[in-house]
């Protein structure tokens, strides 16, 4: 299966780079780049791409905005969004993961990492490794007021929210399993039941509504 792939960065010399790495892979196809947010909406309508790579701080149009339009209103069904950014504590990042991206990278990540995000992204995984997720939400969370926490959260099982506040935390499935002694088929299904219950589509978003819900408070421990 070829997987589509739209970039998205202001820098023509980035654009460039991003291409001749992907196109080095043979399930890979570059349809298109865009220089801005606004380009990038056009570009994705017509297009079609399966995942779009999208820089975060653009002219016109940021990463941000852009995300939401993708994610909410763009393509049917909607690209998968892998935030690129020079900043590992970009608050920019936050609300794209909020606004819908499934993921981010560095742009100094290994060539071979960007392929694995693109691939994971493209197979309906999020791509946020255990430290990225702590260091990032953690970073962010606290500037946020948490709202009333919604009726729904009560519709979880007690272990179900077990699991919510130790993906929330950064644990990645396999140190779940560990700390619950429990196999990691079973923290799949878990995680599955609490994203249809919540209406997630990845466990991104299940760490952003844990930190804007209380369900997890940043700096305490895990």
């Keep these: 299966m070829t997987i589509r792939l739209l970039i998205v960065d202001d820098q023509e010399l980035i654009r460039t780079g991003l ?21 990038a909406l056009a570009r994705a309508e017509e297009l079609r791409p399966d995942v ?9 149009m940021d990463g941000v905005e852009t995300t939401a339009h993708l994610t909410a209103d763009g393509p049917t069904p909607p690209p998968r969004v892998l935030i690129l950014t020079t ?3 970009d608050e920019y990042v936050f609300g794209a993961l909020r606004a819908g991206a499934a993921g981010f990278l560095l742009k100094d990540a290994s060539r071979e990492r960007l392929i694995e995000a693109i691939r994971v992204l493209h197979a309906g995984d999020a791509l946020l490794s255990p430290s990225v997720t702590r260091r990032l ?11 009333t926490p919604p009726g729904l959260l009560n519709a979880l ?3 179900e929210r077990e699991v919510l506040v130790l993906v929330a935390r950064g644990l990645s499935n396999t140190e779940i399993a560990g700390r619950l002694v429990v196999t990691e088929a079973t923290v799949k299904s ?8 919540l209406g997630l589509r990845d466990r991104v978003q ?17």
């Design 137 to 147: 939400v953690e970073a962010f969370a606290g500037r946020i007021r948490p709202p």
């Design 87 to 89: 900043f590992d504590l």
């Design 52 to 60: 779009v790579l999208l820089d975060i701080r653009m002219p016109r």
């Design 157 to 159: 099982t007690p272990r």
């Design 206 to 222: 299940a760490v952003v509504l844990a930190y804007e819900n209380g369900v997890v408070v940043a700096g305490e421990p895990a």
């Design 19 to 39: 291409r001749l790495i992907l196109e080095t892979q043979e399930d890979f196809e570059v349809v298109g780049e865009a220089a801005d947010g606004r380009e």
């Design 190 to 197: 878990h995680l599955g039941a609490v994203l249809a219950k």
